[in-house]
């Protein structure tokens, strides 16, 4: 029973930061990739940031620079720290897992899904 819980989402100025964590318990497998997306209203999910098993982190263009995604697996909890924050960053922000061997940032690649925290940036 893999879970996925997201909180640090609310409200913030452009130009603020924002840090977000999701807490994964279920999850038996030492390879896999997890994963930040978001869903603004009316548009389909996008990709934010992956990180891989080992460390590797991937990032959308439109976040590289501002976002930084990290993981402590001592307490299987996933991180974005969220920096120059834009309106159009407004979204709700979802956590992902999956045994993915590349760690794409599609949202389809992924099975294991937490249930989002919204991030509001206000100009």
């Known amino acids: 029973q893999v879970q996925l819980v997201e909180s640090g989402g609310g409200s913030v100025q452009a130009g603020g930061s924002l840090g977000l964590s999701c807490v994964v318990s279920?999850?038996?497998?030492?390879?896999?990739?997890m994963g930040w997306f978001r869903q603004a209203a009316g548009k389909e999910r996008e990709g934010v940031a992956t990180?891989?098993?080992?460390?590797?982190?991937f990032y959308a263009d439109s976040v590289k620079g501002r976002f930084i995604i990290s993981k402590d697996d001592a307490h299987n909890t996933l991180y974005m720290q969220m920096t120059s924050l834009k309106p159009g960053d407004t979204a709700m922000y979802y956590c992902?897992?999956?045994?993915?061997?590349?760690?794409?940032?599609?949202?389809?690649?992924?099975?294991?899904w937490g249930q989002g925290t919204q991030v509001i940036v206000s100009s």
């Open positions: 992902a897992i999956d045994r993915v061997a590349y760690c794409p940032l599609r949202s389809e690649d992924y099975n294991y």
């Open positions: 279920g999850y038996t497998y030492s390879a896999y990739c």
């Open positions: 990180i891989r098993h080992d460390g590797m982190p």
